[in-house]
């Protein structure tokens, strides 16, 4: 089987990184949502936005509300 070392040192540190915090993911949570703040990048929110359309049947539907017909296609 094909190893990649880039995979490999990522596995590596994510490892390191995850037992420096003794395997606490709230502890991990919180150090990465700290990095954030830290960062002072901007942080894009991907909430899901109301009347989002489904891929499969054409009908958006808003949380609360009726469903409507948003295909193209004409009644």
């Given at each position: 089987m094909?190893?990649?070392?880039?995979?490999?040192?990522?596995?590596?540190?994510?490892?390191?990184?995850?037992?420096?915090?003794?395997?606490?993911?709230?502890?991990?949570f919180?150090?990465?949502?700290?990095?954030?703040?830290?960062s002072?990048?901007?942080?894009?929110?991907?909430?899901?936005?109301?009347?989002?359309?489904t891929?499969?049947?054409?009908?958006?539907?808003?949380?609360?509300?009726?469903?409507?017909?948003?295909?193209r296609?004409?009644?």
């Amino acid at each position: 089987m094909y190893q990649d070392a880039i995979v490999e040192e990522i596995h590596r540190i994510r490892e390191e990184y995850s037992q420096s915090f003794n395997h606490d993911l709230k502890a991990i949570f919180a150090d990465l949502q700290r990095q954030q703040a830290e960062s002072g990048r901007q942080v894009v929110n991907l909430s899901r936005k109301r009347g989002l359309t489904t891929r499969w049947s054409g009908r958006a539907k808003d949380f609360g509300g009726e469903a409507k017909d948003t295909s193209r296609r004409s009644p």
